[in-house]
């Protein structure tokens, strides 16, 4: 506890969460959720 980081890391570790944005145009709203429910059914 007494010794500090020295530095930040170049890297993310490979178990760090990733997050993605991904834009939908107000009107393809429902097909988006639409497509991304069976496909996530198929591979259920």
């Given at each position: 506890m007494?010794?500090?980081i020295e530095?930040t890391?170049?890297g ?6 990733r997050?993605?944005t991904?834009?939908i ?10 497509t991304?429910?069976?496909?996530d059914?198929?591979h259920s």
């Amino acid at each position: 506890m007494g010794k500090g980081i020295e530095g930040t890391r170049q890297g993310l570790s490979s178990y760090a969460p990733r997050f993605i944005t991904h834009k939908i145009a107000q009107d393809k709203i429902g097909t988006e959720i639409w497509t991304w429910r069976k496909n996530d059914k198929e591979h259920s």
